[in-house]
């Protein structure tokens, strides 16, 4: 296997765009007044939804970094509580931190030496638990996560005019 070209995939995938809408489209110019709504038939609303994706995105990148990582308790731990709300300063601290989060996985990602398929270094015994399994993992869950985001903002009526 090619290993500059499993990089520069990982690399792409990290990026997005490739194939579905990015992160940053999804939460372009979403309205305030509904950080904390809760659209019909979802248990959570906007904000928990983008608060799940930090805290997942900063779980992986704990996992891959830290020797004393602690896992967290699922589902619990994943997510904000049910009655937890935001304002705008909340809702802009999560969406940089989750810019901020993917952004230390992209360049981890990135680093020449860093053997993409070797096994995380405190991985437990699990020898699949490798550094471009936890990349796709990060990419993967936030892709679901931006997509449910933007049909739940289609549902409500949350797009701009003139949205595509």
Known sequence: MNERAVREAALGVIDGGQVSMTFD????????????????????SYWHLLEHMRITARDILDYVQSPAYQELAYPEDAW???????????????????????????????EPDRDLTGVVLHARGNPRHTLLREVLIAVEHNAYHTGEFAILRQVMGLWPDGHA
């Open 80 to 110: 904000p509580a049910r009655d937890a709300t935001t304002d705008e300063t909340g809702w802009g601290a999560t969406i940089e931190e989750i810019r901020r989060d993917m952004a230390t996985l992209r360049a981890i990602a990135a």
């Open 25 to 44: 489209e999804a939460v372009a110019d979403f309205p305030p007044t509904h950080y904390n709504t809760k659209p019909n038939n979802v248990p959570y």
